[in-house]
Every structure is written in C-alpha cells, then in structure tokens.
C-alpha cells in the first residue's frame, strides 16, 4: 500500500526525477514503489504511525463471486442505550453473563455490578462492591456471585432483585456448587463435598503440608485443583466432585516464580483449560492433552460453550503476534478446526460461533466477524453494523446479538442488540452487491480540483485489501499534485450500506469513537477529525455521508491549516456528486 503522505512528495507532472521531499514530516514507514504513467519512484519513509487509519478499500477488478450464506447473517437493531463502563470484558472470567432475560455485566473499575432486560436493555438493578479489585463473576442459580482479589471472599447477590444475600458473608460461602445432593466448596488449604440434606462431611481433600494451592476451579463436570509442591513443577488434579476420587492427573512444567506468571486452571463442560501467560493446553475428560500453544504472552482471551462444542479466542506471542480461535469437542475431547485471525471477541448460536476479527490493515469502516459452523469449521467473513474501532464485547441469545461498542472518547459505552435475520449478497459487504459501489475517481473531477487548489492533478485508483473481494470500479482513489506545495488528497468510499439508517448508524458509531466535529453544508452530514493524536494520524481528514454511502476525503500538506482547510473543499464537491448536483 502507498501511504497518502508518499503522494504529496510526487508531483504528478515530475516523470524525470525521483520524488523530491522530506517524508519525515508525515511520519510513514517502510519501502513504496509509486509508478505514475511511466516512472518509476522509490523512496525509504520514517516511522510508522498511521498506515491503519488513513487508508480504506478500493480496487479495480472484477466482481467477486459472492458466498451462499448457510445461516441467517443480516442484523437488524432492536434497541440500543448507553451505558457508563469502563471494562473492556476481554477477560472471560469477568464477562457479561446472558440468564433470566438479563443480561449481567460488571463495571470493574468502580466495581459495580448491573443487571440489563434483554428485551430493552433497561436497567434493572446495580449494586456497588466495596472491594475495589474483583477476580470474577459467576452466575449460579438464582444468584451472581462476585469474588474478590484480596481475600477470595465472594458476594452473592439475588439474581431478581440485585439485594446481597444473607448467607454471602464469611469463608465457608466460598465458590461453591451442588451435585447431586452434595455440595462442594473451597478454601485455601481444602476442598470439600457436604451432603445438602445433612449437612455431614462426604469427602475433603487437603492440600500436602509442604505445598500450597495455586488455583482451583468448580464444575458440575468435575473439581480442578493446582498445587505447587517444587517449582518449577505444579500438578494438576481433576476430582470427581460428587466423591472426591481422584479422576486423573498431570505434572505441568511452570516458571520457577509463579509471582512472575499465575497459572489457572479452568473447568469448562467436560475440558479442562489450564493457562498462564507462558502456555495454555487444553485436556480432555480422560486427561488427554489435546491442544496446547506455548511462549511467553500467550493468553486466553475468550471463550465460548454451546452444546458439545467450545471455541477458545487465543492470542499468541511474538514473533507471531496473532490471533486465533480453536474449536474443540468437549464430548470426545478432540479439536475440531483452527482459524487464524479471529478470537477478541466470541459467541456462539446453536450453530456456528461468531467471532470478531480485524482485516489486515484496517481500512474499512465497518467491524468484522467470522461466522463459523460449529463442528465442520466452514466459515464466511460477514460485516457487522459497526465500526471496527472501539469494539469490546459481543453475546448471542434466542437468535439476537448483543454488541458493546465505544460511544464516545470518554468510559461511555453503547449497548446494541440485533437480530440475525436471513440475508442475501456478499456477507462481506452487508449483502450490498460490489458493484454498487460508486467510482471513488469519479466523485471528484480533476476540474474541480484545479478550481478549488489552484493546481493540476492526476488521479491514480487504490486496490483493496479485502479478502475475496473484486470491485467493478474504484473505490478509493489518490490525486497527485504537480506542485509539490499542493496537498496531496485520497478520496475513500469508506463503506456503502443497505439503506440510509445502517449508514447513519454506521457513521455515528465511527464518529463518537473520538473527537469528531460536525460540519454544517456538506451532504447529509459530516464530521471532521479533531484529535489527530488519538487517530495517530498527520492527515485532515472528513468523513462524509450522502443517503447510504460514506465516503472519507483525506489531505495532506506543509501544515494543518492547508490540510484541513483542503479536505473540506474537496469534501463538499464530493458530496455534490453523490447529490448528482
């Protein structure tokens, strides 16, 4: 990819000289080759800063042959509310729980837990912790219990009402759950099974005297337990939690400071997820270790259960720095499939999973989600209805998805829910067909441009990086200018949605991500970018919209005065010719 600022350092009239300019002033990295008609330009630029907002799609080639959807993947909103939360939920202990037609979420900053209808997503209870670090929330039964970091002392709460229960108070109400008729709690020396009826010990298992218990975990499918006896050594345990027999175990070979690297074990359906943040391995119920990734910065980011399958979001470390999402089946205990590039943020349907994921380069106006079949793992890349900035969390219930995205630069949040509705078209472009993508070197004539810079241009069309995706015509285009004092500009069709309220709700979700100002007089609306600080980028840049087309007008020159002063004339003429004025 060129980036724009490369552009304003070749004049489009120099064909016998090399690009003539000092490309540290728009801060870009890497090696380009620009050809403009018949030269050929190189140049080595500076640091890289902003090569992921400036850019967008575009591409001349021809139409793609677009997927057959398998499951409903259109969304259509339901409602929508903001919310004051600061948490980004990436840990999964933590996440929002979707029960009772509630939705249970955690603020963890203040802490303050809060309870959502589904069916509105009005508030129904909140409740303020006094602790101010919380390890994670849980829902059982007709309760939400909230555990500390400090002293592992949880807090249950009435599902119903918010109001904190009476028997919530003291250590033997840690963690705990009923199989069978025996219940199983924990401490920090112990774990035992007391028969609900009454009340007598069935089972207790200590920890050996010259050990300590590292973590443990409850599960109606079985009892986890990791205890450190010599480092760097730590042995895992898997209990039967209504005898206490031992069921299987393991020796995990840890860091020798466990301080340095906590290690948990988590007990989902009948797998058994053992992380730190130097591996992570899964097991199955027979102790078998089926799936495992190891280097330093390797974490679970999510997870999502639904049936007999499981899909776990992991990110890996450097050298790789990737993200991925695995499929395993909790029944046989097998992988099913593995996808790269997807994982911070997952939900599962009855179906297929969904599973956010970001498009290299991020050039695109709108978020990206994998929509995945449960157990073949054929996938489809599929729009959301909002941008890929400021995403934090998805759910899934009874056919609806619920999304928690940025609302703007502050902690404010928004809450959307959306139905899955069946949909046709190309799932990438939110079933709009390719080719009803305006010419982006259309909206614009080298004329108009002369009329308003006082300079000459050439046009030269972008090409896309979206996957699987040919356009008919341009949809991004950069203009160079013969002076070198000219700005260089990129004219972008950021995104072209259905209908004209998905891409009013589309911009709006872009523009309250950070500091945006409205301009009056251009197209339907439009919105310039302010803090260029926290877009990273050197550019002036005005994001526009006229009936369902988005269109971004970039420019850069000698200083921002001239940036954005030329990003909003050229943005009026664009939007002009959307019009058809």
């Not at 934090?392 to 609806?400: F, M, T, V």
């Amino acid at each position: 990819m060129i980036p724009l600022s490369t552009l304003h350092s070749a004049r489009a009239g120099d064909r016998t000289s090399p690009v003539s300019a000092n490309p540290s002033r728009y801060a870009w990295s890497g090696n380009y080759t620009l050809l403009v008609g018949n030269q050929l330009y190189r140049r080595t630029a500076q640091l890289a800063t902003v090569i992921a907002v400036l850019g967008a799609i575009g591409c001349q080639s021809v139409p793609g042959k677009p997927d057959k959807p398998i499951e409903p993947w259109g969304t259509a909103p339901i409602w929508s509310v903001r919310i004051d939360a600061k948490n980004s939920w990436i840990n999964f202990r933590s996440s929002p729980k979707i029960v009772d037609g509630r939705l249970i979420y955690l603020d963890d900053s203040l802490p303050i837990v809060h309870a959502r209808a589904l069916k509105d997503g009005k508030l129904i209870w909140s409740y303020r912790m006094q602790d101010v670090m919380i390890d994670g929330l849980q829902v059982e039964g007709e309760k939400v219990v909230v555990t500390s970091v400090v002293n592992q002392q949880p807090v249950s709460l009435d599902l119903a009402t918010g109001l904190p229960l009476a028997d919530a108070a003291g250590p033997s109400d840690s963690p705990a759950i009923n199989v069978d008729g025996v219940r199983v709690t924990n401490s920090s020396d112990a774990i035992q099974g007391t028969s609900v009826t009454s009340g007598q010990v069935v089972w207790k298992r200590g920890v050996p005297s010259n050990c300590r218990l590292v973590d443990s975990d409850l599960s109606t499918h079985g009892v986890g337990l990791l205890s450190n006896c010599s480092s760097p050594v730590t042995r895992l345990e898997v209990l039967d939690p209504k005898t206490g027999r031992l069921r299987w175990d393991a020796q995990l070979d840890t860091p020798s400071s466990l301080e340095d690297a906590p290690i948990e074990v988590d007990m989902r359906s009948r797998l058994t997820i053992v992380h730190t943040s130097y591996f992570l391995a899964v097991f199955n119920h027979k102790g078998e270790e089926i799936w495992k990734r190891e280097g330093k910065g390797v974490c679970t980011c999510q997870f999502s259960e639904e049936g007999e399958t499981v899909a776990i979001g992991v990110f890996l470390p450097p050298p790789s720095g990737k993200s991925l999402i695995v499929g395993l089946d909790a029944v046989e205990g097998k992988m099913l499939w593995e996808k790269r590039g997807a994982g911070s943020a997952i939900v599962g349907s009855p179906t297929a999973f969904y599973a956010l994921t970001s498009i290299p380069g991020e050039h695109h106006l709108p978020a990206f989600a994998y929509r995945i079949e449960k157990r073949s793992g054929k996938t489809i890349l599929m729009s959301l209805p909002f941008a890929h900035r400021g995403m934090y969390w998805l759910g899934y219930k009874d056919g609806i998805m619920y999304a928690l995205t940025a609302d703007g630069p502050t902690d404010l949040k928004r809450l959307t829910a959306y139905r899955l509705i069946p949909s046709s078209g190309v799932p990438q472009l939110g079933g709009v067909r390719p080719d009803s993508w305006p010419d982006a070197c259309s909206l614009i004539s080298i004329n108009h441009l002369r009329a308003k810079l006082g300079d000459s241009y050439r046009a030269q069309p972008r090409v896309t990086d979206l996957p699987d995706i040919r356009f008919p015509k341009p949809v991004s285009c950069d203009y160079l200018p013969y002076r070198e004092s000219s700005p260089a500009l990129r004219v972008t069709v950021a995104w072209s949605s259905r209908d004209v309220d998905s891409s009013l709700r589309l911009l709006s979700s872009r523009t309250s991500v950070h500091d945006f100002k409205q301009l009056a007089g251009i197209g339907d609306e439009a919105f310039a970018l302010l803090d260029r600080d926290q877009e990273l980028s050197t550019a002036g840049i005005v994001l526009l919209r006229v009936g369902r087309h988005i269109v971004q007008v970039e420019a850069v020159a000698d200083s921002r005065r001239i940036e954005d002063r030329s990003a909003r004339q050229v943005a009026e003429q664009v939007a002009l010719t959307l019009a058809g004025k």
